[in-house]
């Protein structure tokens, strides 16, 4: 069967999207790798799959550029949002996730805001591999971590210019202490209300931006006492706004854009 998709990106985070209410899902671990590749395939980030969903809007299922599944994903949740809301004609929709229900909305600026639902700082939840306090890690650099429904490890840098990321990724995101490995954050505080943020993924390199990235940082950061409540985060692809009041949900907002739609013919089911 043909498989119909769309291409968007969130300030240069770019996923797909592949709409399989009322019909067969066909994506599996194998596809997702093959149309993530960027030389063989459309290329993206992450995939996010529309299902049906009885207590939502829709469901949304998420896949890594390597086939591997994650449990949110901020960018292409704002990406669903933005198009089930235009095919709709509504302001606000509720999205399923494994992160649990997700609300969003089309703010009065025309960005797409996410209740990215509350942050987890205990070690189990993260996870790590035995107990530690999660504000101030064993780590050189004395790291931070929380989940944000999947693991982020957050560094606190003088100069981001002095990071090398390619090098330092890879062994972060496989530490020991992460079972499940975690993205990692590079941020360097500009004032209380800005920061500039760069992000190896796990399981995916060096993005442009990262919507549950932006989300983690910035907690990690207002638990700290380094930020205030609300903080515009940069990333390499542009801003986007996170709040979280020190108690409760998160809330992300940035834009969206659409940059094709296409048909992949003889998809096996």
């Not at 700290?224 to 940069?234: K, P, Q, S, Y």
């Not at 542009?238 to 907002?253: A, D, F, K, M």
Request: net charge negative.
């Amino acid at each position: 069967m043909s498989l119909s998709f769309h291409k968007m990106h969130a300030n240069g985070d770019d996923f797909v999207l592949v709409d399989t209410r009322n019909s067969a899902n066909p994506i599996t671990s194998e596809l997702a790798r093959r149309l993530g590749d960027r030389h063989l395939g459309i290329g993206f980030n992450q995939l996010a799959v529309v299902l049906n969903c009885d207590d939502a809007d829709a469901r949304l299922q998420f896949w890594n550029a390597d086939g591997s599944v994650l449990d949110v994903c901020g960018s292409a949740t704002r990406g669903a949002a933005d198009r089930l809301m235009r095919e709709a004609s509504r302001k606000s929709i509720t999205l399923r996730t494994q992160r649990g229900l997700l609300t969003c909305e089309r703010t009065p600026c025309g960005l797409i805001a996410v209740d990215m639902g509350q942050p987890l700082f205990d070690w189990t939840a993260i996870p790590l591999a035995q107990a530690y306090d999660t504000l101030v890690l064993p780590l050189p650099g004395d790291p931070s971590a929380c989940s944000m429904g999947n693991p982020h490890c957050t560094y606190f840098v003088d100069d981001l210019g002095t990071v090398d990321i390619a090098s330092l990724g890879p062994s972060l995101e496989n530490h020991p202490l992460f079972p499940r490995k975690t993205n990692v954050h590079f941020v360097q505080i500009i004032d209380r209300q800005h920061i500039r943020l760069r992000i190896w993924e796990r399981n995916g390199g060096i993005p442009l931006g990262s919507g549950s990235c932006a989300c983690g940082a910035a907690v990690n950061g207002i638990r700290r006492g380094l930020l205030d409540h609300t903080v515009e985060v940069e990333c390499d692809g542009g801003p986007v706004s996170v709040h979280w009041n020190g108690s409760g949900n998160v809330t992300l907002s940035g834009p969206v854009e659409h940059v094709y739609s296409g048909t992949i013919p003889d998809t096996p089911l």
